[in-house]
């Protein structure tokens, strides 16, 4: 037989005796990592008692397991094995027997080490006096040592706050001065919590293994099971004090951060957010518009470093995988003349070097992890398996680190990576033998397997579901490698060659721009993404979901025309065109002039202003919401944005009103309160060159047969009129208009309060019976009853949120607006709200 024929009889593309064939897939180490993973996540800030509870039973089933008849270092067994012939059945199924039974044990065993592991760093972080005086909230004097870098959080609404945009940093404690002087030496990790204030930016600078000395409060943990003991929030908004300068390498690689954040400055304002992001996962230029861009496509894995880059960086040095063992190697170390092994060990160098520069994150670990496992395994000429090289380095490192266990960056990025090794090339083969292109099918197929497996675990964080994610991978994939390797360039080169290093970066700005638009043309598609039950019975519901399309994937492949009318389907899913939309739901009616949009505990109304336009008045606190609302409605144009006041439930979705939208103006009052919500929108309308008027009580407007004045607040008159005082409270603040919509009239007083409500009612005495009052303050209990018996609406629309804490709407307001003889509509039951005709015709109708 010739080498051709024992080659073509192996079965495999290599050859069975090719050191570099990967081979059937190795799963022997996946049990023992997964049962270390189980064991670990529960233990981790359970109590001592019952993490050693549970280590003490999988050591007494391991060694029950072991015990057993037919392992095979009792003397039984040899004596049996010796008197049974080698090639009997009945020594093959022993011994198959005996291997699962040694698997079962060693899965056992991995598990009491990974409970045991985790209970040990529970207790370490548990111990000390730091538990204790968290939950005193006591004050301390501390020195302490940063363990990471600052990170900005995003400001979220709550109630009619937005929450301050803080930094927040890991360290440990080294040294603690409690209130009665003691003092204390200890390691023990906490969260610094950083307000705004004008010493944001020297903050902002501090690099990991810098100390400092603190005084602040101490308080209990944001949630339960974390790694810090408790979160200490310094006194003061002063700089920080430094006791001791950052390490020579932290020095070193925060160096080549700034220096690409410099080198970017020339870009354009996404790319140069994008980019240092992308490669060295520092996201501080990164704006909450564009996070919930990336978001909505399902693409923040970009937005921050992950396992990807390495990858990119040590396949540009050792070449694809599969090929270096090769005698024909790729990449730039065999370019180079570098040895086998003198490879291995510059890819592990440069392994480290990548941990160090974009930081232990869980995704860089898992990378650093199996890359390590693989340049060994190259390194020594043995087989390069990356199945069991991702098990051991997810048992390496939940045994190390048992935090990881419960990272959700870490199971997604465990997940991913799974995916993209077991079920992608399943699926690009199948994809092929269809005639798909084989590069179109193995892209696509990694971005199906990865989206199949990570999108029941998104849904534990947000309750959403992406439409768009496998697309958006796709367009986006071609450019990631280029924008890494360019970055990466301009971050080696940015300390010695400045001018180089820019230009690398102009060049990296092209893809890295790329990249961003996907993300927004994504995320402003209709359908971009679906609400979803949150918790783990949606992330059920998905996951059994994914499994049964993934079952039918094959048989509903055979037939061309059901595969078309799916794509078709899920085309229109996103894409929502407003007259297929209006037919399928009746979404919006037909003739409607006034629309109250459901955005939650917070207000957001349109006034029809023609085909395609609409006066919006105020804005809810989401941008995603009322960016949805206006699309249903079909809005395109919006003459004027009236905002009525600046609590953060009113103006915060902003920036969903502009996205994709020609606005002629916003409207505001007078009173900026609170300031942060003000500066929001006067910084938000200049990024989008629209004009910002004041409201002038008594001023008129028209467009078409929509008219409208404002009543209120009575600072500011125009001329030859007397200006009343200017309430100082924002509510009392509220732009109230009266309008008329054709025969349609309708009262929009905002948040007033009674007394605002008192003295609108003085200046107008004669204010007329109403259609539709939109109730004041999301229908709290401070109503003035005269104002409601004097308009006496015969609709009356609350816009609040579901569940919220206030009450709202509160009962008596309700039966005061029913005795009046009002139709009162809730957008927490009714959904969105929209009002059509007039007179006898007059109808309002919830979109629920």
């Not at 990694?446 to 534990?460: E, K, R, T, W, Y």
């Not at 709290?780 to 009356?796: C, E, G, I, K, T």
Request: glycine share 10%; with cysteine; proline share 9%.
């Amino acid at each position: 037989m010739s080498a051709g024929d024992v080659h073509t009889a192996s079965g495999r593309r290599l050859g069975a005796a090719d050191p570099r064939q990967e081979g059937p897939a190795d799963l022997r180490l996946v049990p023992p990592a997964l049962a270390a993973w189980a064991g670990a996540a529960p233990a981790v800030g359970a109590p001592g008692r019952w993490t050693a509870l549970g280590v003490l039973l999988c050591l007494g089933a391991a060694m029950v397991l072991l015990a057993v008849p037919g392992f095979p270092g009792l003397p039984a067994v040899r004596a049996a094995r010796a008197a049974t012939p080698v090639g009997g059945g009945d020594n093959a199924g022993a011994g198959r027997r005996r291997l699962h039974t040694t698997a079962a044990a060693a899965a056992l065993l991995c598990a009491a080490a990974g409970a045991a592991s985790a209970g040990l760093h529970s207790a370490d972080v548990r111990q000390g006096p730091v538990p204790g005086l968290a939950g005193q909230f006591a004050s301390v004097d501390a020195e302490i040592t940063l363990t990471s870098d600052a990170r900005q959080t995003f400001p979220r609404v709550r109630g009619d706050r937005s929450t301050p945009v803080s930094l927040l940093l890991d360290a440990e404690i080294t040294r603690l001065t409690r209130p009665d002087g003691s003092v204390t030496r200890l390691r023990t990790p906490v969260l610094v919590i950083v307000t705004p204030g004008p010493a944001t930016a020297q903050w902002q600078r501090l690099l990991p293994s810098t100390r400092l000395h603190i005084g602040g409060r101490l308080a209990p943990p944001l949630h339960g099971g974390e790694r810090a003991a408790a979160v200490l929030r310094p006194d003061g908004k002063g700089p920080p004090r430094i006791t001791g300068p950052p390490t020579l390498l932290q020095r070193t690689a925060g160096g080549l951060r700034a220096g690409l954040r410099t080198a970017t400055e020339g870009l354009g304002p996404d790319a140069r957010a994008l980019l240092p992001g992308l490669v060295v996962g520092d996201t501080t230029r990164v704006t909450p518009e564009l996070h919930d861009a990336f978001k909505a496509t399902d693409l923040t894995h970009l937005m921050a470093v992950s396992g990807a880059n390495l990858a990119i960086l040590l396949v540009l040095l050792i070449g694809p995988p599969g090929s270096a063992l090769r005698v024909e190697r790729r990449g730039l170390a065999p370019a180079l003349g570098i040895s086998l092994r003198a490879t291995a060990l510059l890819g592990g160098g440069l392994t480290l070097a990548f941990v160090l520069v974009c930081r232990p994150e869980p995704s860089v670990l898992r990378a650093a992890a199996c890359g390590l496992i693989t340049l060994l395994a190259i390194g020594t000429g043995r087989r390069r398996t990356l199945i069991p090289a991702l098990a051991a380095a997810v048992l390496l490192l939940v045994l190390h680190d048992p935090w990881l266990a419960r990272s959700y960056g870490f199971v997604l990025s465990v997940l991913a990576t799974g995916a993209l090794l077991t079920l992608a090339p399943r699926w690009s083969d199948a994809l092929q033998r269809r005639r798909v292109p084989p590069r179109l099918a193995e892209a696509l197929a990694a971005a199906a397997a990865a989206q199949a497996v990570c999108s029941p675990v998104v849904v534990l964080l947000a309750s959403r579901v992406s439409l768009v994610a496998v697309p958006c991978n796709l367009l986006a994939e071609f450019a990631v490698a280029p924008a890494t390797v360019l970055g990466f360039a301009a971050l080696a080169l940015a300390p010695v060659a400045m001018p180089v290093a820019e230009l690398l970066a102009r060049l990296a700005g092209w893809p890295a721009g790329w990249i961003v638009s996907v993300a927004r043309t994504g995320a402003a598609l209709p359908g971009a993404e679906i609400d979803w039950p949150d918790g783990r019975p949606g992330a059920l519901l998905l996951a059994a979901l994914t499994g049964l399309v993934v079952l039918f994937a094959r048989r509903i492949g055979r037939h061309p025309w059901v595969c078309s009318a799916a794509a078709l389907l899920l085309v229109l899913a996103v894409l929502r065109p407003v007259p297929l939309t209006r037919v399928l739901t009746g979404w919006p009616p037909p003739g409607w002039a006034f629309a109250m949009c459901d955005v939650g505990q917070g207000d957001a109304l349109v006034l029809a202003a023609g085909r395609g336009s609409g006066v919006v008045v105020d804005t809810g606190p989401d941008p995603r919401l009322a960016d949805r609302c206006l699309r249903d409605l079909g809005i395109t144009r919006v003459p004027l944005l009236l905002l009525t006041h600046f609590h953060a439930d009113h103006v915060r979705g902003l920036p969903g009103v502009l996205r994709g939208r020609s606005v002629g103006a916003i409207q505001t009052t007078d009173l900026e309160e609170p300031p942060e919500q003000a500066a929001f929108v006067t910084r938000t309308a200049a990024a989008a060159r629209v004009p910002v008027v004041r409201a002038v009580p008594g001023e008129r407007r028209r467009i078409g047969a929509l008219r409208w004045q404002v009543l209120w607040p009575p600072g500011g008159a125009p001329p030859g009129r007397a200006a009343g005082p200017l309430p100082q409270e924002p509510n009392d603040a509220s732009v109230t208009l009266f309008v008329r919509s054709g025969g349609l009239t309708l009262l929009l007083p905002g948040d007033l309060e009674p007394p605002a409500q008192q003295a609108l009612l003085r200046s107008y005495p004669a204010l007329p019976h109403v259609d539709v009052l939109k109730v004041a303050h999301h229908g709290s209990a401070h109503q003035d009853a005269a104002l409601l018996r004097s308009v006496r609406p015969r609709f009356a629309l609350v816009s609040v949120g579901r569940d919220n804490p206030y009450g709202h709407p509160a009962a008596p307001t309700v039966d005061a607006l029913r005795a009046g003889g009002a139709v009162v509509l809730r957008t927490d039951r009714d959904g969105a709200i929209a009002v059509t005709g007039a007179g006898r015709e007059l109808r309002a109708v919830g979109r629920s």
